[in-house]
């Protein structure tokens, strides 16, 4: 199977992605469609993906996409990364995917916050 930059970074970070196994072909089809800059935002396709897995958490879609920034001296939108040879177009899906695995497990790691007013039955 070939995959663009936008559906290698979903598939390979299937397991920290919050899309449901039932949905996941879907997912991949439609990001077929965001390699390469696809996505209306111009945003590069690996990008784009790492920042969706986090679509349940704005804070870490702003700490993906700052620091996926600091790697591409600035810039989130694909032609100009490859215009300027900032990164190739696998060191970005590398980058992406880093990033993805790294924060997935710093909120797999954030402890839940306990509401001490709910309880729980005991049976």
Do not use: W
Request: net charge negative; charged share 25%.
């Amino acid at each position: 199977m070939r995959l663009n930059c936008a559906q290698a970074v979903l598939f390979a970070c299937k397991k920290d992605s919050n899309v449901p196994d039932v949905d996941f072909e879907d997912r991949l089809s439609e990001f077929k469609a965001y390699g390469s800059g696809g996505h209306e935002s111009g945003m590069c396709g690996a990008i784009y993906a790492a920042q969706y897995m986090f679509s349940d958490s704005p804070e870490l879609q702003k700490e993906v996409l700052a620091r996926f920034a600091d790697a591409t001296k600035g810039e989130l939108e694909c032609k100009p990364i490859r215009r300027a040879k900032v990164l190739t177009c696998h060191q970005c899906v590398a980058v992406a995917a880093e990033l993805t695995e790294e924060l997935a497990a710093k909120r797999v790691a954030t402890p839940a916050v306990v509401d001490s007013s709910v309880e729980i039955g005991r049976s």
